[in-house]
């Protein structure tokens, strides 16, 4: 509703302004073709997040400097902090990186939007720039049509900065036109109160254009036509700053937790920087002077003097909140919880910003499935064969364990699957189908989806083995015939000794021994079936055994086999080597 209102209200604005001074339309036009490029530039940049830069952003994030320094030079390099907010929201959902590390990827892309005005200063202001866009224009189109990937993201690059350097042009020529009609230094206004006045323009202006580098960009074609005073532009750059986290908070209103924690993140470190600079705004004005001397900046180059100004004072906020980062992430945390508690059947790892990136997506779906059998189907497991998790995790003997544990459970395994469950396994289908569907995946992300769909298929065809079995465990378990007895526990006995192996290769550091075990398991259940039917062959042709319960007892063999097998090849996918999971 918020967006639907500034919308509504930034049209009425534009088309007043048209209409009532035509003269600004050259200028409202290169804003506009400026806003276009960055838009173009940032999806040409998308191809390339699938690969190295995720990889770089998830790694890098270990340590403070490391996520400051890498969130400063990728937003330097592809001139869109909105993307890297993007990448760290959905890196965060996905649990593949921490607050504090997402944190310190946002305070590093404010220092990298400095970027964009050493370029619009020190660049697309000192030659004619559009000698230059239409090139890039022409050239980014081509590479666009082509069908490679690649080449479209390197079209859309190059048309990004194409359109961008072409804003720049016609706004410049916009101001050169205004200087013919109007003189907007009439309106500068001295003092500590002007510098209140033009923070606040600067926030509202970037909260319309939803951009702090496009507004930026304005500011510094307005002070190098000579339309705004340099000390007012300096109060201007501070407010664009500012304005930058309305825009995130305005976006965050209808994303997940991660991402209102961020826009908070951002907010405050923008309002503590922003306040700082207002406050001190003439001592760092000086010290501006004083490094321009030192890097050989003319005095009267006003443009590339609030390009340096802008970079200080980004970099002194980053400084000044570094000892703060853990106690913010500490706020962050208590202040926004979620709303709800999830309940046992909701997903707790899927949400619409893990399906940004492939990365993100086969990572939560990982986790989702994780949880699932960690918290359903080992348990609907272990209570169909009468056994709590703990015992099964204790270090007694599984016969021993068998034999002392014929307590019946009263559960119902319809009613588990449907409540603990079903839910989650339909989500995890439909995030896994939309990976596959809507994101360009390569041939070993697609493989990895589709072996993670299996896996949770294998979990549900283990719900109805198990269930089947379970029928006739109640039905034995206190019988006067021994060996019918005897045949179920072995049969509890079985899995008991497979739940372990399960456990063994989640937590023992010793992979390729709990694998092989896994192995030698999985060759043995091949066998079980032969052996079985040998021994219940056995047990009828001695009359040991009604004819019924050999009935009973020939299904369930082949029920355990099958549950065996299934939880044997979801052991391996979710926590060891996967090489037999694709097997039918």
Do not use: C
Not at 98 to 122: D, E, K, M
Not at 392 to 415: C, H, M, Q, T, Y
Not at 489 to 517: C, G, H, M, P, Q
């Amino acid at each position: 509703m918020i967006k639907k209102w500034i919308f509504l209200i930034v049209l009425v604005i534009l088309a007043a302004v048209l209409f009532f001074n035509p003269n600004f339309k050259t200028i409202a036009a290169g804003v506009s073709i400026l806003l276009f490029g960055m838009i173009t530039l940032e999806e040409g940049f998308k191809v390339f997040t699938k690969g190295p830069l995720k990889s770089l952003l998830r790694k890098a994030t270990d340590k403070l400097y490391k996520s400051i320094s890498l969130g400063a030079v990728v937003t330097a390099f592809i001139q869109s902090s909105s993307l890297v907010s993007v990448i760290t929201i959905s890196f965060i959902s996905a649990g593949l990186i921490t607050l504090a590390g997402g944190i310190g990827l946002i305070f590093g892309a404010n220092i990298g939007t400095t970027a964009t005005a050493w370029l619009v200063a020190g660049f697309g202001l000192k030659i004619n720039i559009s000698v230059l866009a239409m090139p890039m224009l022409i050239f980014g189109i081509i590479f666009s049509f082509q069908n490679n990937n690649v080449f479209k993201g390197i079209g859309n690059i190059l048309a990004g900065l194409g359109f961008f350097f072409l804003g720049i042009h016609f706004m410049k020529e916009g101001f050169d036109v205004f200087n013919d009609h109007i003189d907007l230094t009439a309106y500068a206004v001295p003092g500590f109160l002007g510098v209140v006045i033009y923070t606040l323009i600067g926030i509202f202006m970037t909260t319309i254009l939803q951009s702090s580098s496009a507004s930026l960009a304005l500011v510094l074609t307005a002070l190098s036509a000579g339309q705004i005073e340099y000390e007012n532009a300096l109060a201007l750059a501070i407010g664009t700053n500012v304005g930058t986290t309305i825009t995130a908070l305005i976006g965050s209103i209808g994303s997940n937790i991660s991402g209102k924690r961020l826009a908070l993140a951002h907010l405050i470190f923008n309002l503590v920087t922003g306040i700082i600079a207002v406050s001190i705004i003439s001592p760092l004005s000086r010290f501006v002077n004083y490094l321009s001397e030192i890097f050989y900046i003319s005095a009267d180059d006003y443009t590339l003097k609030l390009a340096l100004f802008h970079t200080i004072f980004n970099i002194l906020g980053v400084l000044i909140m570094i000892p703060f980062i853990k106690k913010l992430e500490r706020f962050l945390l208590s202040f926004i919880k979620d709303s709800k508690v999830k309940d046992i059947d909701e997903p707790k790892f899927l949400n619409k910003s893990v399906l940004e990136f492939p990365g993100t997506v086969i990572s939560s779906l990982e986790k989702e499935t994780k949880y699932l059998f960690e918290n359903a189907i080992y348990e609907i497991v272990s209570h169909s064969v009468n056994l709590h998790r703990n015992e099964i995790e204790s270090g007694i003997k599984s016969k021993k364990l068998i034999k002392k544990s014929n307590a019946d459970f009263d559960i119902n395994v319809r009613d588990l699957y449907a409540h603990k469950v079903k839910t989650i396994y339909g989500k995890i289908l439909e995030y896994a189908t939309k990976a596959q569907t809507d994101l360009n995946l390569n041939e070993e992300q697609n493989k990895r989806i589709s072996e993670i769909k299996i896996a949770n298929r294998k979990m549900v065809e283990i719900i109805r083995d198990v269930k089947e079995l379970r029928r006739n465990i109640i039905n034995y378990m206190d019988s006067d015939n021994e060996n019918i007895k005897n045949e179920y526990n072995k049969f509890r006995r079985r899995t008991v000794k497979v739940l372990r192996a399960i456990n063994r290769l989640k937590f023992d550091e010793n992979k390729e021994a709990s694998y092989n075990e896994f192995l030698e398991m999985r060759n043995k259940a091949k066998d079980a079936s032969k052996k079985g039917n040998k021994n219940i062959n056995n047990l009828i042709r001695k009359h040991l055994i009604t004819n019924y319960m050999a009935s009973s007892l020939v299904n369930d063999h082949e029920n355990v086999n099958d549950m065996i097998k299934k939880l044997i090849q979801v052991g391996e996918l979710l926590y060891g080597e996967r090489d037999s999971i694709l097997e039918p």
